[in-house]
């Protein structure tokens, strides 16, 4: 049974991930310990010790690919620093399936690097809204 760290989104918003049991428990400490906490809606503990079983596949899979350098800045949320050649390796990508999301060091580089701005892809405004809330976005 595991309890990982599975992504550092603010001083105060992490998220943990693992097993349901585990999970339990943690939601139980606290909740006994007046710490707000929110069940996310999610198929898989992702970024967490628990996907590691899936690793060797995809490992497989990402060495039958071209990986290749960014053109542009790559800031990554494993690191929390820019990235160029670790982004070709299997060794970076599957580190990102277990590795917490480093999301505030990463948005920190985004605020230090004083880019003109920055695009979100994706269905929602999830990370302009954290950034948002550690004061890198107006």
Same mark, same amino acid.
């Not at 990370?127 to 890198?136: D, H, M, P, W």
């Given at each position: 049974?595991?309890?990982?760290?599975?992504?550092?989104?603010?001083?105060?918003?992490?998220?943990?991930?693992?097993?349901?049991?585990?999970?339990?428990?943690?939601?139980?400490?606290?909740?006994?310990?007046?710490?707000?906490?929110?069940?996310?809606?999610?198929?898989?503990? *992702?970024?967490?010790?628990?996907? @590691?079983?899936?690793?060797? +596949? &995809?490992? /497989?899979?990402? #060495?039958?690919?071209?990986?290749?350098?960014?053109?542009?800045?790559?800031?990554?949320?494993?690191?929390?620093?820019?990235?160029?050649?670790?982004?070709?390796?299997?060794?970076?990508?599957?580190?990102?399936?277990?590795?917490?999301?480093? *999301?505030?060091?990463?948005?920190? @580089?985004?605020?230090?690097? +004083? &880019?003109? /701005?920055?695009? #979100?892809?994706?269905?929602?405004?999830?990370?302009?809204?954290?950034?948002?809330?550690?004061?890198?976005?107006?």
């Amino acid at each position: 049974q595991t309890l990982s760290l599975s992504a550092v989104n603010a001083p105060d918003a992490c998220v943990i991930g693992g097993d349901a049991s585990v999970l339990a428990l943690a939601h139980e400490w606290l909740g006994r310990h007046d710490m707000a906490f929110v069940e996310l809606d999610v198929s898989h503990a *992702f970024h967490a010790s628990t996907m @590691q079983g899936m690793v060797p +596949a &995809f490992r /497989a899979e990402l #060495e039958k690919a071209s990986l290749n350098k960014p053109e542009i800045v790559f800031i990554s949320t494993v690191t929390g620093c820019p990235e160029t050649d670790a982004l070709t390796t299997a060794d970076y990508w599957c580190s990102q399936v277990v590795q917490p999301v480093r *999301f505030l060091p990463a948005a920190q @580089q985004l605020g230090l690097a +004083a &880019f003109d /701005a920055v695009v #979100e892809i994706g269905p929602s405004p999830v990370l302009v809204n954290l950034a948002r809330r550690i004061g890198l976005a107006e």
